[in-house]
């Protein structure tokens, strides 16, 4: 694996996390249950872990976003030439 | 700057890259370093150096290793006592203490081949981790995350470096 195939490796994997907790966020808006650790937390089962994992979520994707936006194009383009 | 740093400034020079750097040292985050860029004209790539060791990554390997101890630790209390926020931070430390992994080791000048891939094979470790539940899911994570140090050492070892 090159530079350029694990750089690319890398905004592939960041890009996946997002997507995924951005379909979990979405999920949990809409079907009132969200996944995490294996399982998934009903809104009305278990209130207090259901926010829990969507706070956690969206700290997730708050962080990927700025490690995407600001530390990428200084850090990592450099190697797709 | 540092024998080693002109040295690889002069080798960098002879290879036929362009190398910035400044005239004196700078203050950064309460220390004094030495900084250079070294670019290859042709393709654009190049490397973002600090002298001393940091190079490419946005976390000193202090930092990685105090964050790793951190996230294992609410991993496993998370995993434990049923509390999915925590669990859910020590993923967010794993996945950027992986990023910063990734990014120190496409700033270090190996030769040695195979080892990308075990940086990436930890990275995805660290995925499975995510998307899979209980006190193993962190075991995995951080594993994989140990796993890439490892390839890390590899790749700075005078062995491997050019």
């Known amino acids: ?81 | 700057m540092g024998l080693d740093v002109e040295s690889e400034i002069t080798n960098s020079i002879n290879a036929g890259n362009i190398v910035t750097a400044h005239e004196t040292p700078v203050s950064f985050v309460g220390g004094t370093n030495v900084g250079y860029l070294l670019i290859d004209p042709l393709t654009g790539a190049g490397a973002y150096k600090i002298a001393g060791g940091a190079n490419g990554g946005f976390l000193s390997s202090d930092a990685a290793s105090i964050l790793g101890f951190l996230g294992f630790a609410l991993g496993v209390i998370g995993a434990g006592f049923s509390v999915p926020l925590l669990v859910v931070i020590s993923a967010v430390i794993a996945i950027i203490i992986a990023i910063s992994l990734i990014l120190d080791y496409l700033a270090i000048n190996h030769r040695c081949t195979g080892l990308g891939y075990l940086i990436g094979l930890s990275v995805l470790a660290t995925l499975a981790g995510v998307f899979s539940g209980g006190i193993l899911a962190v075991v995995i994570m951080y594993t994989g995350l140990i796993a890439g140090g490892g390839a890390m050492s590899a790749a700075n070892s005078s062995i491997c470096k050019n």
């Open chain 1, 1 to 81: 694996m090159d530079k350029t195939e694990l750089a690319l490796f890398t905004v592939i994997f960041v890009d996946t996390i997002i997507v995924f907790a951005l379909v979990m966020l979405f999920i949990g808006y809409s079907k009132k249950k969200i996944f995490s650790m294996g399982r998934w937390y009903y809104k009305s089962a278990e209130k207090n872990q259901f926010w829990q994992v969507t706070i956690g979520y969206v700290l997730l994707i708050i962080v990927l976003f700025y490690i995407r936006l600001f530390v990428f194009p200084e850090k990592l383009f450099q190697y797709f030439g």
